[in-house]
């Protein structure tokens, strides 16, 4: 068993693909329409074969209840992995990017959490001690 | 609430240790310096209990910024403490400790 396939819901698709794109710099690999919707997937150019991140309608009334709750106490929907969390903030903020955490040393990990603009927080993470 | 019985826990303390490192946290940094830096794996449910009590003592204050609740330290409760037990200025103040304030 793999994970092949995780998702983000986003107020927007068509916003989120270019806030995905654009500003984080994944690359699109699916965008299949499918009526009112469409199937979005964007994959790390770092590892194009590898997960694919699904930008899902939040169309659901449970799930806006549900992001709401979580952004309110500052809770990130995903995680993505960097090199270097400074680097990542400053090249964000630069691109209007706003960050409800800016980097913060762990001890194990350096952390940073983001609006996506969509309706979600994201994490950023840095491993420390990597050879 | 009082000031007096808001500080007489370690969780609470670190929570105003954490805040003054960076105010305007949200319940999910708190929680991950907690962890991360004091060894505290409360659940966040019991965090935001805290908060809550030391909000009710004045000694933090909530704002939202965007659709986030953040947290920031209030010290000025704090200055009854030392109005009501003045140092002296011939004192010697040396060799401060934590000990003997644990709950």
């Known amino acids: 068993m793999r994970i092949n396939l995780t998702s983000v819901s986003v107020d927007d698709q068509a916003k989120a693909l270019r806030f995905y794109t654009e500003t984080l710099g994944f690359r699109l690999k699916h965008n299949i329409p499918l009526g009112e919707y469409a199937w979005i997937t964007v994959v790390s150019e770092e590892s194009p074969e590898g997960t694919e991140l699904l930008l899902e309608p939040a169309e659901h009334p449970a799930v806006r209840r549900y992001r709401t709750a979580l952004v309110e106490d ?38 940073a959490v983001f609006d996506d603009s969509c309706g979600n927080l994201i994490q950023i993470t840095e491993e420390k001690g990597q050879p | 609430m009082d000031i007096y019985r808001a500080i007489a826990d370690r969780t609470r303390r670190a929570i105003l240790d954490e805040l003054v490192d960076r105010s305007g946290q949200s319940l999910f940094e708190l929680c991950g310096r907690l962890i991360m830096k004091h060894g505290i794996s409360s659940s966040r449910q019991a965090i935001s209990q805290h908060l809550d009590v030391l909000e009710a003592a004045g000694l933090i204050r909530t704002r ?21 037990w003045p140092i002296a200025t011939d004192e010697d103040t040396s060799n401060p400790t934590e000990e003997g304030i644990e709950e």
């Open chain 1, 74 to 111: 500052g809770i990130p929907l995903a995680s993505f992995a960097v090199d270097d969390v400074e680097a990542e903030h400053e090249r964000l903020v630069a691109e209007g990017v706003r960050f409800v955490q800016p980097p913060t040393d762990l001890g194990t990990v350096i952390t």
């Open chain 2, 64 to 84: 939202r910024e965007g659709r986030s609740k953040l947290h920031w330290f209030v010290g000025a409760p704090l200055k009854a403490i030392g109005e009501r």
